[in-house]
């Protein structure tokens, strides 16, 4: 398959590296982490271990292939730009598969790419840009892939058996909204929670006030998501997030991550859409807009 990966970063770049051993692949991505590529490869240390010269440009207008496939992974407030730069390569076939977090990436996809040429995925995967031309895999996880529409389609099933040989261990999902909704309040508390607190994400259970607070705020998003007709258990949904919680005891989580670099946040996509979805629907959303108010103030618009 010729796919490129639109937003080589952290995550993109973890996925195009894997993909590369059966697949011909183009990063898209940003100086100097393309520079770097360009000159000496990619290198992934960490959970993975792989280091070796792959195809790297700056702009859409650069990529070498007609595309079949375009993973986007640029961060969510990207996402508006980048598909608009995507839109001229794409054809009858192509797909646009979105790897990203937040709730906000698929219908800001839809201002300039047609709906039927978008599927949607989540992954477990960590990832740490630690330095240009190199990424550490900080943890294994499975990768959920699905169509909008819940449809197992055969271009579908495709994608989850190449993903698959790549030894990304990937399932297909008939309700990737859903998973999109599930991460997005997993991370509804953990990431502005860390952040705010500048801990890492193990300290959200050592601290009873905080664990409280995480509770908290996971039912609120919960019920958020009951108004756009996702039916989730808050008992399961608390303790989902008290697992990625204990899996993930020692990491920073990626909001901690960019205040601590300086760099723009997803609080918009995640906390602030669950509070635009909730006052829609009169739902409170009173935590998630302390959230995204506390972290709004921490990190540049
Ligand atoms: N990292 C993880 O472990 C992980 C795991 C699961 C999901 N995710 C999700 O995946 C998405 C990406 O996360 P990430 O951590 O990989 O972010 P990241 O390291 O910031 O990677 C995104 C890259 O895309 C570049 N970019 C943005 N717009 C571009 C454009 N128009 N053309 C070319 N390059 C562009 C960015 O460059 P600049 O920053 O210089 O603009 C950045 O290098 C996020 O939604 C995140 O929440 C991440």
Redesign the pocket.
């Known amino acids: 398959m010729n796919i490129v990966i639109?937003?080589?970063?952290?995550?993109?770049s973890l996925l195009g590296a894997l993909l590369a051993k059966k697949n011909k692949i183009v990063f898209?991505?940003?100086t100097p982490?393309i520079t770097c590529i360009q000159k000496k490869g990619i290198t992934i240390k960490g959970k993975t271990h792989l280091s070796f010269k792959i195809p790297a440009v700056e702009s859409a207008m650069d990529i070498p292939f007609v595309a079949d496939l375009f993973i986007l992974?640029?961060?969510?407030y990207?996402t508006e730009?980048?598909s608009k730069?995507i839109l001229p390569y794409i054809n009858d076939k192509t797909i646009v598969l979105s790897?990203?977090?937040?709730l906000d990436n698929i219908e800001k996809m839809q201002h300039s790419i047609q709906k039927n040429h978008i599927l949607a995925g989540i992954?477990m995967?960590?990832?740490i840009?630690s330095k240009p031309g190199e990424i550490i895999h900080t943890g294994k996880g499975e990768t959920i892939l699905g169509e909008l529409d819940g449809s197992q389609s055969q271009r579908l099933k495709n994608l989850v058996e190449v993903f698959n040989e790549a030894r990304i261990k990937t399932q297909i999902s008939q309700d990737i909204i859903k998973e999109i909704w599930i991460k997005a309040i997993i991370n509804s508390s953990i990431n502005p929670l860390t952040a705010f607190f500048g801990c890492k994400n193990g300290y959200l259970l050592e601290n009873p006030l905080l664990e409280r607070i995480t509770e908290l705020v996971c039912k609120e998003s919960i019920s958020i998501a009951s108004s756009q007709g996702i039916s989730l258990s808050p008992l399961e949904i608390i303790e989902k997030t008290k697992e990625v919680i204990r899996n993930t005891a020692m990491n920073h989580s990626?909001m901690l991550q960019s205040i601590q670099q300086g760099k723009k946040t997803?609080i918009n996509a995640i906390n602030g859409k669950l509070v635009k979805i909730g006052t829609h629907h009169k739902i409170d959303t009173t935590l998630n807009r302390i959230l995204t108010e506390l972290i709004t103030r921490l990190s540049p618009s």
């Open positions: 639109f937003g080589a970063g952290a995550i993109g898209v991505g940003r982490h992974t640029v961060k969510s990207d730009t980048a730069e790897i990203q977090n937040g992954t995967h960590g990832t840009f990626s997803e």
